[in-house]
């Protein structure tokens, strides 16, 4: 007896990389946003070092967002834009 597995309608989870553009966009909207990983954190649920990695990959491939590696005081410092 073999098993089917019927097509759901749950959305498909998204990517660390997914969630993490989608939320820099929502807070980008209305212009400029600086940040450091860990307090954003919890809200995207990743990691500090998560987020770092990322942003790094975003930097090249999100041609919507503006990211440039700002400051480091204790922790770099993100500047998001809409390009």
């Known amino acids: 007896m073999s098993a089917t597995t019927q097509p759901s309608d749950a959305p498909e989870p998204q990517s660390k990389e997914q969630r993490l553009k989608q939320f820099l966009r929502s807070k980008a909207d209305d212009g400029e946003m600086y940040f450091k990983s860990k307090f954003i954190a919890d809200e995207v649920d990743l990691s500090a070092k998560e987020i770092g990695a990322l942003m790094v990959k975003l930097?090249?491939?999100?041609?919507d967002l503006e990211i440039e590696k700002w400051s480091y005081t204790s922790a770099t410092t993100w500047r998001v834009c809409p390009a």
Do not use: E, M, V
């Not at 930097?59 to 041609?63: G, H």
């Open 59 to 63: 930097k090249d491939s999100a041609t």
